[in-house]
């Protein structure tokens, strides 16, 4: 639980609000006093972040949006807009992992996890931006990954898509600085989330659809410095759901064009 209460009064938009580090940053943001649309392609999803928000639940909206679809994302946004009458803080948490040899992977599997990833982070982004150019300190949370600058085998697509993520929010930040929105990105690892239920030829949870002979040693380096606890593979989502709520709020109001990586130091 926070005492904080950085989101009074503030509207928030978070994509992939039905699961994982979406919805532990919808509830998180909640808890501060925010008004939020969650936005998911999962119905079930959406309606157990609902029911999870309690008595928050009265600040909290949902719409059914596929971000890899334009027009799904148009109609969406636009939603969302109407209800929160206006915009401060973009969350784009929204994402897909898909894991394969590389020599296996389809061009139509490569394209579907950049489509989803890379150009609905960039589509819900351009929708959102005149709102919060209207908007109260207005600022962009998005997600890339410890893929994007660390070797992580089996996850080409993905890789390739945090990295076009993070190198977007740079560029985003520059050209929309003097506007006065911040644009920044955190980098998970070590995180549990539904993305990375899943386990290896051993058992062990690595992610979703790895190859039945992943070789787990390839693994060894993306082990957290920090304790979890016993018997936890991963960090829960709420680890990350604490960094993405300061980075979208004025706290952070000299903070834009960078990245936090959040993974108990696997990647030091």
Known sequence: MTDLQRYSGRRVLVTGGGSGIGQATTLRILREGG?????????????????????????????????????????????????????DTLVNAAGVLRSAHFEQTSVAEFEQVLRINLVGTFVVTRESLAALRAGNAPAVVNFSSTSAVF???????????????????????????????????????????????????????????????????????????LPLPAGAPFAGPDAVAAVVAMLGSPDAYFVTGTEVRVDGGSHM
């Open 35 to 87: 008004r939020v649309v969650a936005a998911d392609i999962s119905a079930a999803g959406l309606a157990d972040t609902l029911d999870k928000a309690g008595a928050d639940r009265a600040r909290l909206n949902t719409v059914i949006t596929d971000i890899a679809d334009e027009e799904s994302v148009r109609a969406g946004v636009a939603e969302a807009l109407r209800w929160l009458g206006g915009l």
């Open 151 to 225: 070797a992580h085998p089996y996850m080409s697509a993905y890789a390739a898509s945090k990295g076009g993520i993070q190198a977007m929010t740079h560029a985003l930040a520059m050209e929309f600085g003097r506007q006065g929105i911040r644009f920044n990105a955190v980098q998970p690892g070590s995180i549990s989330s539904g993305m990375t239920d899943g386990s290896g030829a051993s058992g062990q949870s690595l992610g979703p659809g790895l190859p039945a002979d992943a070789d787990i040693a390839l693994f060894a380096k993306a082990a957290p410095a």
